[in-house]
């Protein structure tokens, strides 16, 4: 089974904080994929890699970027995290284009 | 832009009965289409995966069509059961990219 893992399931941060999101699959997936939920919105697509330190900008990339040096984790960054930051954070992983997205348990972040 | 409409937004029935959620979109150039279900706080579980070739797909007691030329999708539950209570969304994969275009979702309860 695909196994996609988050590094926190809860975090809370203060405001201007840098904060880091971990993400890592097991089953040697080309593609990763960081998206964000909030209520009434739906899961928008913040950043996504189709390869090691290769990276595209999703729907809603500002004020986020990503770091994706091996090919089993991808991170998500927060340089200066703000409270409309809030919401649950879903990292997800493919074989390739087009093949079955895999998604981990998701990290709800909150910052006061 | 693909737009991705799921109908209803929550539905309530009682165990045993089948049911069918629809989802609908604006685009038929799609690559494929995935069906997830979400249980509250909780990332997504992949249900189903058709190619744009097929019409439709089977695990269990859940069946997923797809018909391009309407531009609608259904998801079939057989038997449902208190189990199967939790939000299922729908993800288009368009011809040309990776990125997937989500439903807002439909909120299933079933009760005994």
């Known amino acids: 089974d695909v196994k996609v893992t988050q590094s926190s399931r809860y975090l809370v941060k203060r405001t201007g904080e840098k904060v880091f999101l971990e993400c890592v699959q097991d089953?040697?997936?080309?593609?990763m994929f960081w998206y964000r939920q909030d209520p009434g919105l739906g899961l928008r697509l913040i950043y996504f890699?189709?390869?090691?330190?290769?990276?595209e900008k999703g729907d809603i990339p500002e004020g986020y970027s990503v770091s994706r040096e091996k090919k089993e984790r991808f991170s998500l960054i927060l340089e200066s995290a703000s409270t409309n930051q809030t919401s649950m954070y879903l990292c997800?992983?493919?074989?390739?284009?087009?093949?079955?997205?895999?998604f981990g348990p998701g990290t709800r972040l909150t910052v006061t | 832009k693909q737009e991705v409409t799921q109908i209803p937004a929550a539905l309530s029935v009682p165990e045993g009965e089948n049911l069918v959620l629809n989802c609908s979109f604006t685009?038929?150039?799609?690559?494929?289409l995935q069906w997830f279900r979400q249980d509250p706080g909780k990332g997504l579980t992949s249900l189903l995966l058709?190619?744009?070739?097929?019409r439709e797909q089977t695990s269990g007691r859940l069946n997923a069509s797809l018909d391009k030329s309407s531009g609608r999708s259904t998801l079939y539950i057989a038997a449902s059961q208190p189990g199967d209570s939790a939000t299922y969304l729908c993800?288009?994969?368009?011809?040309?990219?990776?990125?997937?275009?989500f439903g807002t979702g439909t909120r299933l309860q079933v009760t005994l």
């Open positions: 997800a992983s493919s074989l390739q284009d087009g093949y079955e997205q895999y």
């Open positions: 089953m040697d997936h080309e593609n």
């Open positions: 890699s189709y390869d090691v330190k290769m990276k």
């Open positions: 685009d038929s150039a799609i690559y494929n």
């Open positions: 058709i190619q744009s070739s097929q």
């Open positions: 993800a288009f994969l368009p011809g040309t990219a990776s990125k997937l275009t």
